[in-house]
Antibody
Framework: EVQLVESGGGLVKPGGSLRLSCAAS????????MNWVRQAPGKGLEWVSS????????YYADSVKGRFTISRDNAKNSLYLQMNSLRAEDTAVYYC????????????????????WGQGTLVTVSS | QSVLTQPPSVSGAPGQRVTISCTGS?????????VHWYQQLPGTAPKLLIY???NRPSGVPDRFSGSKSGTSASLAITGLQAEDEADYYC?????????????FGGGTKLTVL
């Protein structure tokens, strides 16, 4: 059974830092691209960042570029999000999400949708 | 302001059929990118409902169906049930001069009357 479990959320002051973690199990973590998606209280979903299976390709939303850093440790089946210079507008539940994968007879490629999500971790930025 | 536009709310009685629209533009849905749908039950994480415009993951009832045409897509739910009350989000990919990214609709709250 695929499981994604986020941790590391909490209350932080504006300008502060926080590191989120996502522990993956039930699948070959090193074969999948992973993502962070957030949801502000009472609002919709916002894609934050993605990282390819081997960390070769990394992308960020404009809203977090230069402040957030995504990374992964395939040996530990873990995904991370280092969040610096936090702002009030970063307050949200942060979800770890696995990108679906398409496999042909010879290779596999990441899809642009998310087939499994974690339960989320709440980050609150407030003084 | 979301890149993909959904109605804020829809409602229907048990057993009825409802549809939720998702309107994009020439840089996302109209550019040929697939549309995917997620269901978010109250207090829970989103769950993949439809992928690749009209495909259902294993375990999703065939009461849920998706379609895409031009710059828009739709999610249809037939035989509405109380447990379908949730928020629904469409998602696609957007590619323009300013870059490429995953984009979501603002979400639609479905109320079962």
């Amino acid at each position: 059974e695929v499981q994604l479990v986020e941790s590391g959320g909490g209350l932080v002051k504006p300008g502060g830092s926080l590191r989120l973690s996502c522990a993956a199990s039930g699948f070959t973590f090193s074969s999948y691209s992973m993502n962070w998606v957030r949801q502000a209280p009472g609002k919709g979903l916002e894609w934050v960042s993605s990282i390819s299976s081997s960390s070769s390709y990394i992308y960020y939303a404009d809203s977090v570029k230069g402040r957030f850093t995504i990374s992964r440790d395939n040996a530990k089946n873990s995904l991370y999000l280092q969040m610096n210079s936090l702002r009030a507008e970063d307050t949200a539940v942060y979800y770890c999400a696995r990108a679906a994968r398409y496999c042909s007879s010879t290779s596999c490629y990441p899809e642009d949708y998310f087939d499994y999500w974690g339960q989320g971790t709440l980050v609150t930025v407030s003084s | 302001q979301s890149v993909l536009t959904q109605p804020p709310s829809v409602s229907g009685a048990p057993g009825q059929r409802v549809t939720i629209s998702c309107t994009g533009s020439s840089s996302n849905i109209g550019a040929g990118y697939d549309v995917h749908w997620y269901q978010q039950l109250p207090g829970t994480a989103p769950k993949l409902l439809i992928y690749g415009n009209s495909n259902r993951p294993s375990g999703v009832p065939d009461r849920f169906s998706g379609s895409k045409s031009g710059t828009s897509a739709s999610l249809a739910i037939t035989g509405l049930q109380a447990e379908d009350e949730a928020d629904y989000y469409c998602q696609s990919y957007d590619s323009s001069l300013s870059g490429s990214r995953v984009v979501f609709g603002g979400g639609t709250k479905l109320t079962v009357l």
